[in-house]
C-alpha cells in the first residue's frame, strides 16, 4: 500500500487571524491615521507628501513686512505709520522709499537740527554814551562827541579810543553824514572813477552824493582818502540841509578874523551855516580857519549843531559856539 501526503486543508473565511497579522494591521492603521490628521491640521495647504520628506527650512534672518491692504472705493487708507529718524548735527537727504499701497515713490520726512541756528544781529544804538578813554570831562568837545555816540552816530577805536584831534577823510565824513541824517536820496547814481565797487564806504559815498551833502571834483573823482577841511565840512552840511542863503553873506562873515581866506565858491554856504548856527570854532569862536583839517571832535561839534538846527537834537551851551544870526 502506497503512502500519499494528506490533502491541503480548503481556506475559509471563518479562520482567526494570527498575533501577528493582527499587529500588522493596527501598526499600518495607526500611522496612516496620524498622517491624515497632521495632514488635516495645516489647514489650507493640503496634502503634500514632498513636505513630510524634505526638512523644515531655518528661519530667515530678514525681518518679514506685513503688506499693507489696498484702499477700497470710498474709504481712506490706513495710514503708514511714521519713519523714525535720530536727528542729527545737520539735515540728512535719504533716498524716498515705495508706498506700499500704490507703488509711488514718497519721501523720507528728516527732521533738522533742534538747536536755534546762530542770527546776525545788528548792533543796536547805545542808550548811553561811550566812555571814552582819551576824552576827559572836560576836553571842550566832550558834550558834543558824547551826544553823537549815544546815538550811535560816531564811533571810537580798539580799546574805547576816540581819538579825538585826528583828521578825518571825505570817506569818514560821508559815513557819519549818513549815520545822522535820513533825507530822501535823489534819481542820480553817484559812479566816481576812484571808488572802486568794494570800497567799504561806497553806500555811504552813494547816499551822500544823492541827497546833495557832498559833491565830487572835476574829471568825476571824488577823493575818498583825502582829509576833509572844515570848509567843505560846513558847505556840506548847509548843502544836504538846504540852507536858506542870507541877503549879505560879507555882513555875516565879519565876525570872523580870517573871513578873508574862506574860498569864494563857499561864501555863501559859509554864511549860511554861521547864520542857522552850525560853526564851532575851537579854540577861538572868532578864528574860522576855514582851510584846515577838520578834526574828528570839531566834526562831532558841528554836526551836532546841524542836528539842532534840523529839530533833532537838543541845543549844548557851549562857548566855542557862534550864534546863529537872524
Known amino acids: 500500500m502506497t503512502n500519499s501526503p494528506p490533502p491541503d486543508p480548503q481556506s475559509s473565511q471563518n479562520n482567526p487571524l494570527g498575533f501577528d497579522e493582527f499587529i500588522g494591521i493596527f501598526v499600518a492603521l495607526t500611522t496612516i491615521g496620524a498622517i491624515l490628521f497632521w495632514s488635516l491640521s495645516r489647514g489650507n495647504e493640503g496634502f503634500n507628501l514632498t513636505s513630510l520628506l524634505s526638512p523644515s527650512p531655518s528661519p530667515s534672518a530678514q525681518p518679514t513686512f506685513t503688506p499693507v491692504p489696498e484702499a477700497t472705493t470710498g474709504e481712506e487708507a490706513p495710514a503708514l505709520p511714521p519713519a523714525t529718524v535720530t536727528p542729527t548735527e545737520s539735515p540728512q537727504v535719504l533716498a524716498p522709499v515705495p508706498d506700499r499701497r500704490t507703488g509711488q515713490q514718497i519721501p523720507i520726512v528728516v527732521p533738522f537740527r533742534t538747536t536755534t541756528p546762530e542770527r546776525v544781529q545788528q548792533t543796536p544804538a547805545p542808550t548811553q554814551p561811550i566812555n571814552f578813554v582819551d576824552v576827559p570831562q572836560d576836553y571842550w568837545a566832550r558834550s558834543f562827541i558824547d551826544a553823537l555816540s549815544a546815538r550811535g552816530i560816531v564811533t571810537g577805536f580798539a580799546g574805547d579810543y576816540f581819538r579825538p584831534d585826528r583828521p578825518v577823510t571825505r570817506a569818514e565824513f560821508a559815513a557819519i553824514l549818513q549815520d545822522a541824517f535820513d533825507q530822501k536820496p535823489g534819481q542820480g547814481t553817484a559812479n566816481f572813477k576812484d571808488v572802486q565797487p568794494n570800497f567799504w564806504a561806497v553806500p555811504a559815498i552813494t547816499r551822500a552824493n544823492q541827497t546833495g551833502f557832498l559833491e565830487g571834483y572835476p574829471g568825476n573823482v571824488f577823493r575818498p582818502q583825502q582829509e576833509i577841511p572844515r570848509v ?84 549844548i551851551q557851549s562857548q566855542y559856539v557862534v550864534p546863529a544870526r537872524p
Open 232 to 315: 567843505q565840512v560846513l558847505v556840506a552840511l548847509a548843502s544836504g540841509l538846504n540852507l536858506p542863503t542870507v541877503s549879505s553873506p560879507e555882513q555875516v562873515l565879519g565876525i570872523y578874523n580870517d573871513a578873508n581866506q574862506i574860498p569864494n565858491y563857499a561864501t555863501e554856504s559859509i554864511a549860511a551855516a554861521t547864520a542857522n548856527g552850525l560853526v564851532v570854532n575851537y579854540p577861538d569862536p572868532k578864528s574860522l580857519n576855514p582851510n584846515r583839517n577838520a578834526t574828528r571832535a570839531e566834526v562831532a561839534a558841528i554836526v551836532h549843531q546841524a542836528l539842532v538846527q534840523a529839530g533833532k537834537a537838543e541845543p
